[in-house]
Structure formats: structure tokens, C-alpha cells
T-cell receptor
């Protein structure tokens, strides 16, 4: 079965530290890739997405992600985190434009002020 | 509406009772999705609607779970004879459609319904 793995369940960083959250998926065909974020008390919302073209995707709030097809990975990065980035981050994969999107288990990020 | 809304926000029920969860998608969104999120786990796909038809029900955990949608509007998820393992947050999302020529459409999520089965 297709799956999405997020390597870190909990990450604690100090402000200004660099962030990289890992995401790997198991589907071998064409994929659409997403990172969603859920800030405390808020709804899940889209952070960035990859459909085709440049594998380096830039999203909101200074986040970016790189699609590496050979590694089945879509890692999320931010050069310098802020306290306001404290949230839960979900990687998601849609397979070939079908109906179903598979979500990872999420990574809880806590940024110390 | 301004966003996806869900009701109730919290539901506590006794084992064996039926519950009905409601989702109001964003106006004009033809696609609607239900997910379940158990504590500490990711989102588990339950069912997808395009309009009022459900081409993919593969995620429904058992025949105790059913869902319907009226036109391109409100959807209800019904769980019959609830069990303790049904306790979770049930999330609804909607999108303009499953996909466009530009790729898969973004899903907009509601706040969820937290279901607790005692």
C-alpha cells in the first residue's frame, strides 16, 4: 500500500535555527506533493505544493521544499525559524491526480523564543 | 461561506449510539473529502464526493460508516453503533474539483469534529 513517512514526530528548535523536515513516499508513478500546516487552534492549511516543473518549490512564510524523484522525497526547509512557526506539519501525496491524497503522520515543531 | 464549517465541534457519545457529523463546504466547491485523525496519527482518508456521488468509498473503515451529500452542498457522515475505537477528530475538506490541468487542487479544511466514544 502507498504510504507517506515523516521521519520526525517532534522537533524542538531555537529561534533562528534552520529547519528540515523529512518526507518520503512509496508511490512510484506521477505524484502531486503537498505540505500542510496546522497552527495551534487553527485549521489545516496549505503551505506549498509541487505538481511539475522546478523541483524546488517556494511556499508561504519563507518555507520551501525540494522534490527529489530518485529518493521519493519531498523535504520541507526553512533557513531561519521563528517562534510563530510552532505548529504541526503534514506531508501529503496525491497519486497521479486521482481522488485520494495520502497524509503522513505529522511532525510537531516547537520553536523556543 | 467564508470557509468549510463542521458541526458539532465536539461530540461525546456512549458506545453503541449512532452519531451524525455535518460538513458545509465552501460555496462552489464540487469536491468534498472526509478524513479521520486519531490521536498522534496522520489523516486517514475516508471518502470522497464529486458532486453528490462518491466515486471512492474505499477508506470507510466498516459498514457502520456511511456518508451522503446533497447536491454540491452539505455532507453528513454517519457512524452507527459507535465503538471506542471510533474516537477521533473527523475532518472535512473541500476543493474546486479533484484536479485541473494545472494539477491537483488544494483542499480547504474545516475545524473538525472531535468525537469521543465512552
Amino acid at each position: 500500500a502507498q504510504s507517506v513517512s515523516q521521519h520526525n514526530h517532534h522537533v524542538i528548535l531555537s529561534e533562528a535555527a534552520s529547519l528540515e523536515l523529512g518526507c518520503n513516499y512509496s508511490y512510484g508513478g506521477t505524484v502531486n506533493l503537498f505540505w500542510y500546516v496546522q497552527y495551534p487552534g487553527q485549521h489545516l492549511q496549505l503551505l506549498l505544493k509541487y505538481f511539475s516543473g522546478d523541483p524546488l518549490v517556494k511556499g508561504i512564510k519563507g518555507f520551501e521544499a525540494e522534490f527529489i524523484k530518485s529518493k521519493f522525497s519531498f523535504n520541507l526547509r526553512k533557513p531561519s525559524v521563528q517562534w510563530s512557526d510552532t505548529a504541526e506539519y503534514f506531508c501529503a501525496v496525491n497519486q497521479g491526480g486521482g481522488f485520494k491524497t495520502i497524509f503522513g503522520a505529522g511532525t510537531r515543531l516547537f520553536v523556543k523564543a | 461561506g467564508a470557509g468549510v464549517s463542521q458541526s458539532p465541534s465536539n461530540k461525546v457519545t456512549e458506545k453503541g449510539k449512532d452519531v451524525e457529523l455535518r460538513c458545509d463546504p465552501i460555496s462552489g466547491h464540487t469536491a468534498l473529502y472526509w478524513y479521520r485523525q486519531r490521536l498522534g496519527q496522520g489523516l486517514e482518508f475516508l471518502i470522497y464526493f464529486q458532486g453528490n456521488s462518491a466515486p471512492d468509498k474505499s477508506g470507510l473503515p466498516s459498514d457502520r460508516f456511511s456518508a451522503e451529500r446533497t447536491g454540491e452542498s452539505v455532507s453528513t457522515l454517519t457512524i452507527q453503533r459507535t465503538q471506542q475505537e471510533d474516537s477521533a477528530v473527523y475532518l472535512c475538506a473541500s476543493s474546486l474539483g479533484p484536479r485541473t490541468s494545472g494539477g491537483y487542487n488544494e483542499q480547504f479544511f474545516g475545524p473538525g469534529t472531535r468525537l469521543t466514544v465512552l
